[in-house]
């Protein structure tokens, strides 16, 4: 489509003066432009942004493993332990080190040299007195305040938070991520089954869809993590996904059932373009927009619940660092302040930055709304 | 419309059905049974011998493989009768009439509390819109509604409970409840539903009122609004009678979908105040195992969900003439 709109006299001259036809933008394109002028929307985007850095770079940013160390003549990266354990090198293992690294390093090779993290702290366990040089070993229960060393305090049993903090980011965007991934995949496929063939088809899904919906949520993420002897973050999220693709679902469906009769599916149809092609090569990308929104808006609910499993005492096994299983070691003690606000705070912003991206994205995705929000 | 609301009747009673079976074989198929998990916790020299453990497996039906058990519940439940729990032994029936107050007690009074506040802050969002104090306000709101109930309960309780020490940090009753007057009774009883039932209307709030906001702009630039104004009908007038009556559709249909979490309270948020209610009998039920206390509060929460959805698309019709159901 052109913009050749003839009563409008400065287009027209524009029109002769570039002399060709101006290609429009497209439909990502125009979006991506609406969702721009979004501040908050934008604001938001680059706060995700900067949860992924974090995510990426937990090790690098609150640790015990150097990021980078020369032992014995060859290079090591005993920091990507924190992501597998089977990733940091078993050389440490039978050389003793016991997970410290500094002085067994200077003990064991004098002329190691190693790059630490920003902050010698570890999500799993206390440091202790001089395990690095000049730094007091973490306090535990209530003398466990913020303070110099421990930015974000500690937990009952000396642990750091804000190294717990960095290393749970990960937990949270996989969550949501991955979640939301598998039910994305879940919901679409069934709505544009049952939005493009309709009839019995449609009938089966749609009770389906209302089956799933009218099952209490919590009792069938409860009921399947009880069956699972030993869930873990992987297990969370697949349950937080099956059980969460209903909306997605009656979306899509609807976006199907509408396109399925506009002109250029039935000018596919008419050349003999298979089925499945039509559905995810012609329909697909055109319902993407309006989808895309409750994916969004999924992935803060997918933080919610897995948050408020781990509170509950339901979520991934105690180690795994969590912003939900620091506010639950905040619930059995509300004298530790610090294990509340912070990690709430975290699990609160993140939850506002996908609302904020999915009502950007709605406003950006839908004519209607433009102009709405600011 | 009756035709309509018996076709929708008959489906939901086949959605029930299928809910319940997949419930029923879900719970079943959790490890332990009501009666290891209860004796063993508690005392392991109070655990039963096999004989009794039989004996007590024939008594609650748990030796029929479920499929069977799942027909033997459907048939008590055709004669109304949710069976007992097994953990309490008592009957659900009176659990769940035991529990229902107290949760409703919390969820009524926060409902009641979202319109009361949610109406004047949408009617004036929509006055103000564009301003400095509308856009402060939608900002400010939409955090709300953005942050997780039970950081919020745990905040309130660090703070006015730990810290200030004027509420009490949870449950419903103090320890001298029964010493005190009525008046001192129902003092008592709002001092421990305070931070409740913030909890509950915050999040609440916020959604309501951008509700009532986007509903009221839609209608605002209708053209039945342009003529009131042109007639120079006052614009507090235009606002309460001419737009927000037409506004009010949404509105009901919204009440019939918030009808689950009226009755069906928050588990969390009763899980953080030691509340007596329905959610937490709920959490109480799926750690004891208790199979009949879980059936019997997922049926009235299945139920309640497709009552709701009903009911919100009767309404629709009730309110609103151009919709019909024929």
């Known amino acids: ?374 | 419309m009756l035709t309509y609301i018996v076709r929708r009747l008959l489906i939901g009673a086949m959605t029930l059905l299928l809910i319940t079976f997949v419930i029923f074989g879900l719970i079943r198929n959790m490890p332990g049974t009501p009666l290891t998990v209860q004796m063993g916790e508690l005392d392991p020299s109070r655990k039963l011998n096999p004989a009794d453990i039989e004996r007590m497996k024939k008594a609650y039906g748990l030796d029929r493989p479920w499929p069977q058990a799942y027909v033997v519940w459907v048939g008590q439940l055709t004669k109304l009768d949710l069976g007992r729990s097994i953990s309490r032994k008592q009957p659900v029936t009176r659990l769940i009439a035991e529990r229902i107050g107290p949760t409703m007690l919390l969820s009524v009074s926060s409902l009641v509390l979202t319109y009361l506040l949610s109406i004047p802050l949408g009617l004036t969002a929509t006055v103000r819109s564009g301003k400095l104090d509308e856009r402060t306000m939608s900002t400010a709101l939409y955090m709300l509604y953005s942050f997780p109930s039970f950081v919020a309960a745990l905040l309130l309780q660090v703070f006015f409970a730990v810290r200030l020490e004027w509420l009490p940090l949870f449950g419903m009753t103090s320890d001298n409840y029964a010493s005190l007057s009525m008046a001192g009774k129902t003092w008592d009883i709002f001092l421990h539903m305070l931070m409740p039932v913030t909890c509950y209307t915050y999040g609440g709030l916020a959604y309501y009122s951008r509700f009532i906001r986007a509903n009221m702009q839609e209608v605002v630039r209708q053209d039945y609004i342009r003529t009131a104004r042109a007639k120079g009908v006052s614009p507090k007038r235009v606002i309460l009678v001419h737009a927000f009556r037409n506004t009010f559709i949404p509105l009901v249909t919204l009440i019939g979908l918030t009808l689950p979490s009226i009755l069906g309270g928050s588990v969390i948020l009763e899980q953080i105040f030691t509340w007596p209610g329905m959610g937490r009998l709920f959490f109480e039920a799926i750690g004891e195992r208790d199979y009949p206390t879980i059936m019997g509060l997922t049926l009235m929460f299945s139920i309640l969900t497709l009552a709701g959805q009903l009911l919100a698309d009767i309404l629709y019709a009730v309110v609103d003439p151009r919709v019909s159901y024929s």
């Not at chain 1, 012609?282 to 933080?303: C, D, E, R």
């Open chain 1, 1 to 374: 489509m052109t913009l050749t709109t003839p009563n409008n006299p400065l287009e027209e001259a524009h029109e002769q003066l570039m002399n060709e036809p101006q290609k429009s933008r497209g439909f990502w394109a125009e979006a991506w432009r609406q969702f721009r002028k979004r501040k908050l929307a934008m604001v938001a985007l680059y706060y995700v942004g900067f949860l992924v850095l974090v995510a990426i770079f937990a090790p690098a940013i609150a640790g015990t493993k150097p990021v980078v160390v020369k032992y014995k003549g060859n290079y090591y990266f005993p920091a990507m332990g924190y992501f597998r354990t089977s990733w940091e090198n078993p050389i440490f293992y039978k050389d003793r080190f016991r997970k410290i690294y500094p002085e067994n390093l200077k003990e064991k090779d004098p002329d190691s040299w190693a790059i630490w993290p920003l902050v010698y702290q570890d999500p799993y366990r206390r440091v202790r007195d001089g395990e690095w040089p000049g730094q007091p070993g973490n306090p535990t229960g209530a003398k466990g305040a913020p303070n110099r060393y421990n930015i974000f305090g500690t937990t009952q049993y000396g642990v750091d938070v804000f190294a717990q903090m960095v290393h749970g980011t990960t937990v949270a965007l996989l969550v949501g991520f991955v979640s939301m991934g598998i039910a994305g995949a879940i919901g679409i496929t069934i709505g544009a089954l049952a939005g493009y063939f309709s009839g019995w088809v449609d009938m089966l899904l749609s009770r389906l869809i209302e089956v799933v919906m009218c099952i209490p949520t919590l009792v069938l993420i409860l009921a399947l993590i009880a069956i699972l002897e030993k869930p873990t973050i992987w297990h969370m999220m697949a349950i937080i996904g099956c059980t969460s693709w209903t909306g997605i679902a009656r979306l899509a469906r609807a976006e199907f059932l509408k396109l399925r009769e506009s002109d250029f599916v039935i000018a596919a149809q008419a050349i003999g373009v298979g089925r499945l092609r039509i559905m995810y090569r012609y329909i697909l990308p055109n319902a993407m927009a309006p989808i895309l929104v409750p994916i969004t808006f999924g992935i803060a609910s997918a933080i919610l619940i897995e948050s408020g499993l781990s509170f509950l005492g339901f979520g991934a096994p105690p180690p795994n660092p969590s912003w939900g299983t620091l506010l639950n070691a905040g619930r059995t003690n509300l004298n530790l302040w610090w294990l509340i606000v912070f990690p709430g705070m975290a699990i609160f912003l993140a939850v506002l930055a996908y609302n904020l991206i999915g009502e950007g994205l709605q406003e950006a995705t839908d004519p209607r709304l433009r102009g709405a929000g600011r």
